[in-house]
């Protein structure tokens, strides 16, 4: 025998009633097997509120059973054929009939009692499992539909339903045995009492009704056919990248389903462990999947956890009081007037010093509990020995499930790191005497993100992956793409995690995809960037490892980074303006990113690939003191003039460098060394100077009337720029010629020099253009090379380094490098 149960989304309508009976015709053909169905999706909600409406005198309760009614014919409708569908249209008419008198009695009385609504809601299954039979029957699949209230007894124990276990297995037990069809259809859900009147088993009913049919019938196994692949690591609405558990023991499951797990509840479990009848959980969507499979040993893996649950909607109850410091009695008081309450206690801890005791109950009861507690220990609270008792709403717990938790070295550190990397707040915590959970109650707004966050931590392969969102799609972003697609496999194996870009915008259009954007994709079919859209979404996405590389030369962009670390992600920039706005300003990034314990790194907004910012902190950081700094940090300016020779005309050489790509489009933007002061400011806070904008002697060697910054549309002013700049030839030559006549050369230098203190008492900071001589390390300098002279006091003879500080590729070059020393 094999007892087969569909949840509501299994029969929800007739295509996927269809589904259920090519289940049930496979497992036939293997052994006598017992149906047991849940009303159609959706269906108890209705008659709960139809039963509501009738109590209140709503009398639009009967367009309801009407709306319902009319559900229940289309499915017949489109599952049965017409000439074999009238016995079942008779018998959903009888059944909305009755439906409709018991309603009827409702609004007359205005009184719905327990009694009542249980026979109301009881029609849900009924009329499901009727359909059901008559699809078997048109197939000519011989079967028997049998009414589970003939068989399923209960009782009021302190106000419930209870099934009178030995009268209800016996009572299976000898029906079974007595009638030998192969195939039985059964409502799940309903029962009766003593009288013969309807009662029903409370949630995961219809499971409860197959785990009790297993048992009476000593089945081979239970299964029950939902629409997810079997229980899983979490919930896949929170969590997508949760992942079915392919095998689980009873008190595991029972763990999970306690702490709010949704595929199966505990009753489910319970009348089947002592039996030891294996319960697979599959989703009649996907029959093929193996599912998840409950049963008393399960195989032993390396992974002794199993997967995360939450509940929802839980009360704090606190009771505190210096009167409870070695008095005994007071938690079994407590705990004796919650019980005759019918109050469920979720979880508890206690102080050691038995001072403050914490109960976390249900929301629904915590007003009952109050009241009940401040009755009960009226006496010591007039005394001050007790405060009242503190009710907490809005909480949830959360809770990490596994095998021997006690000895999974560090689950529990890991757990409670990972939330407090989220920022989470933990309210309570307890491990369970069973030893397979660790709970922590939180407040419910941060559930979803501690889930999130654990499931990372321990189950989520994202932990091996690194999450990429590149703003900005110019000629860096583009190389930074290209060398990461071309080089994945070789990348991958040296970092040892799988590298994945999941966002890429610019600024009129984005892309996301959290399992990663391939190689083939194009950016103007992405989403609209409006309002910086895509910060929003990447933002929201709460996948860990996450880094976001700003490959812009955006204000608003670098304005985002310390919002972007409060919210975990690391960042990578090669965009210069956050690190030389003011020096607050720059101190605020690094103590954010500290304090979220996250990374960030800039190399690249110094001479690109050139490890000019990683040398002066690996000099500092060894206690060494940066006595100068001297640069030629613009590729553009040092181009100009290592070929600047008084002969060609300095305009005629600025506009081939704009030609040839050495120069921005507005060239203005290079000759203004707006480029070099930045570079020049985040070099010398790099060595631990506090330097502000002002505190830099800046001298152009362009004016200011040629420069005519009001002019923003350079296309229209470049002719009169051209002009003008060859106007102011003749100065610009007279400088070459005084410097050649010494034998030296022209070169634009930004100069840090901590030997000698301004009136501040900060190190003097020049930019201009100086003459050099031959002995100097920057004479011999060409093309758009840069060059950084760092001098210390452990290397008093000066580092000097070297090389391309521009171009697409070795900036590119430089951010993975970034991206890869994280």
């Known amino acids: 025998m094999q007892v087969l149960k569909f949840g509501g989304s299994s029969v929800a309508n007739s295509t996927n009633m269809n589904k259920v009976i090519a289940i049930v015709r496979n497992a036939v053909a293997n052994d006598r097997t017992v149906v047991v169905s849940s009303a159609i999706s959706g269906a108890t909600d209705a008659l709960l509120e139809i039963g509501r409406k009738a109590k209140t005198g709503d009398d639009s309760y009967l367009a309801l059973i009407e709306q319902l009614h009319q559900r229940h014919n289309s499915i017949i409708d489109e599952l049965i054929p017409q000439e074999e569908s009238e016995a079942i249209r008779e018998r959903c008419n009888d059944l909305f009939n009755s439906l409709t008198e018991i309603c009827k009695g409702v609004y007359l009385l205005k009184e ?16 499901s ?4 039979s008559a699809k078997f029957k048109s197939l000519n699949i011989s079967h028997q539909w049998k009414d589970s209230r003939e068989l399923i007894k209960t009782e009021l124990n302190a106000g419930k339903n209870v099934v009178i276990d030995n009268l209800t297995t016996s009572n299976i037990w000898e029906y079974f045995n007595t009638d030998q069809h192969k195939l039985y259809i059964m409502p799940g859900f309903i029962a009766s009492d003593m009288a013969g009147r309807t009662t029903t088993l409370g949630r995961g009913g219809s499971d409860y009704t197959a785990s009790i049919i297993a048992v009476g019938t000593q089945a081979r196994r239970l299964e029950i056919w939902t629409d997810v692949c079997g229980m899983m690591t979490a919930d896949p609405r929170i969590v997508p990248d949760a992942r079915p558990i392919r095998n689980i023991s009873y008190k595991e499951a029972l763990e999970l389903s306690h702490f709010g797990a949704k595929v199966v509840y505990p009753p489910t479990i319970q009348p089947v462990v002592k039996q030891g009848i294996p319960i697979y959980v599959k989703n009649t969507f996907a029959p093929d999947d193996f599912g998840t499979l409950i049963e008393r040993n399960p195989p032993q893996g390396h992974e002794k956890l199993r997967g995360i649950s939450s509940s929802n909607k839980i009360a704090l109850l606190s009771m505190e009081g210096s009167g409870m410091v070695g008095i005994p009695g007071y938690s079994s008081k407590l705990f004796d007037v919650l019980s005759k309450n019918n109050v469920n206690i979720i979880l508890i801890t206690q102080a050691s010093s038995v001072h403050t005791m914490c109960i976390a109950i249900a929301e629904e009861d915590a007003d009952k509990a109050k009241k009940a507690a401040d009755e009960l220990f ?12 503190r009710v907490e709403k809005g909480f949830s717990i959360i809770s990490l499930v596994g095998d021997d938790m006690k000895n999974q070295s560090g689950a529990s550190g890991k757990m409670f790191e990972a939330l407090g990397r989220e920022g989470i707040n933990i309210r309570a915590i307890a491990q369970g005497s069973s030893e397979k959970n660790v709970s922590a109650v939180l407040h419910t707004a941060d559930v979803n993100d501690a889930i999130k966050a654990i499931h990372s ?20 972003s583009k190389a930074l793409v290209s060398i990461i697609f071309a080089q994945r496999k070789s990348i991958e194996e040296r970092l040892g995690k799988e590298l994945v870009i ?7 259009n984005y892309l996301l995809n959290r399992n990663g ?3 083939d994709f194009n950016l103007a079919e992405g989403k609209k960037n409006i309002n910086n859209e895509y910060i929003s979404e990447i933002s929201n996405l709460k996948l860990s490892n996450s880094i976001f ?7 608003n962009i670098a304005s985002l980074y310390v919002d972007m670390f409060r919210n975990k992600f690391s960042v990578v920039t090669c965009n210069k303006i956050a690190n030389s706005l003011s020096y607050e300003s ?21 001479c690109a690939a050139l490890p000019v910012l990683e040398t002066i902190l690996q000099l500092t950081n060894c206690g060494d003191k940066i006595r100068k700094i001297e640069g030629i940090l613009s590729g553009t300016l040092n181009f100009l003039f290592s070929n600047y020779n008084g002969q060609i005309p300095f305009a005629t050489l600025v506009k081939e460098a704009a030609e040839k790509g050495y120069a921005e489009p507005d060239p203005r933007l290079d000759l203004a060394g707006t480029d070099v002061f930045r570079k020049f400011l985040i070099s010398s806070r790099q060595g631990g100077f506090p330097i502000e904008s002002n505190d830099v002697d800046f001298q152009g060697f362009i004016p200011e009337e040629i420069m005519c910054k009001e002019q923003t549309s350079f296309p229209a002013y470049a002719e009169e720029f051209y002009s003008k700049l060859l106007e102011y030839e003749p100065q610009l030559k007279a400088q070459y010629d005084a410097a050649a006549a010494k034998g030296e050369k022209l070169r634009f230098i930004a100069a840090m020099d901590a030997t000698r203190t301004q009136e501040n008492g900060k190190p003097v900071c020049t930019i201009s253009l100086k003459s050099i001589g031959k002995e100097h390390p920057f004479y011999t300098l060409e093309g758009t090379d840069n060059a950084v002279i760092i001098e210390s006091e452990y290397y008093p003879n000066a580092i000097v380094i070297k090389g391309a500080g521009a171009g697409a590729r070795q900036t590119a070059g430089g951010v993975l490098n970034d991206i890869l020393s994280l």
């Open 112 to 127: 719905l009692t327990e009694l009542s609504q249980d026979h109301i809601v009881s029609f849900g299954e009924l009329l």
């Open 129 to 132: 499992t009727s359909i059901l």
């Open 502 to 508: 999941c966002g890429l915008c610019n600024s009129k």
């Open 378 to 389: 009226a006496y010591e609270i007039s005394l001050g020995k007790v405060d009242p008792l």
């Open 457 to 476: 931590e321990f189950f989520s392969s994202s932990a091996n992956r690194v999450n990429l969102f590149i703003a900005g799609y110019g000629t860096v």
């Open 586 to 606: 720059y101190k605020e990034l690094f103590a954010t990113a500290k304090r979220e314990k996250v990374q960030y790194r800039y190399e690249t907004t110094v």
């Open 517 to 519: 954007i391939n190689g």
């Open 549 to 555: 590389v700003d490959c812009t030369a955006n204000r």
